[in-house]
């Protein structure tokens, strides 16, 4: 990162860059949870569910790539061992034993709170700080919580199945 790019950061950067590994595990293993998801899932509307699933997956990749960018931007390493995302996950990770698309709908609308309660700290901790991370976790977030509303939208779409 160029040196008044860094110097424009209004908090700890090392801290940043810790924090941002932290929500990049939590969105490699998101992305994994909705794509071995969308393959095993079984049950009413699965269809629907699944192209859902794997539409939040392209989405949770996404974010992972906007986290890396900045993390590089910042000077920073980003995760580079897969083993290291369960250490530092703030989410986890909750696999589709039960394929039955309720239980995953389930799982994935606990995964996408846990992440807005995550980009929402992340958001407070960068406020007129540093306003690139700013505006990130700002698309992240909204993204997350459109994932929470898609979700919830499934499950009551199957409370009037028969």
């Known amino acids: ?72 931007q910042l000077g920073g390493e980003p995760i580079i061992e897969p083993k290291e995302w369960y250490k530092l996950t703030n989410c986890g990770y909750s696999a589709p034993k039960d394929p039955k698309v309720k239980k995953l709908l389930k799982q994935n609308i606990e995964g996408e709170q846990c992440a807005i309660s995550v980009y929402s700290k992340l958001i407070k901790m960068v406020e007129g700080k540093d306003p690139i991370s700013y505006n990130m976790f700002v698309s992240i977030l909204a993204d997350e919580v459109e994932h929470e509303e898609d979700l919830q939208a499934l499950v009551e779409d199957m409370k009037d199945l028969k």
């Not at 949870?33 to 095993?40: D, E, F, I, R, S």
């Not at 269809?47 to 590089?72: C, D, F, K």
Request: no cysteine; glycine share 8%; net charge negative.
């Open 1 to 72: 990162m160029g040196t008044k790019g860094r110097a424009i950061v209004g908090v700890n950067v090392n801290k940043l860059i810790g924090e941002m590994n932290k929500a990049l595990a939590d969105e490699w293993l998101a992305y994994y949870q909705y794509w071995v998801g969308a393959k095993v899932a079984v049950g009413p509307m699965r269809e629907a569910v699944v192209a859902e699933l794997e539409q939040h997956a392209t989405e949770e990749l996404n974010h992972a790539v906007m986290l890396v960018n900045r993390i590089i």
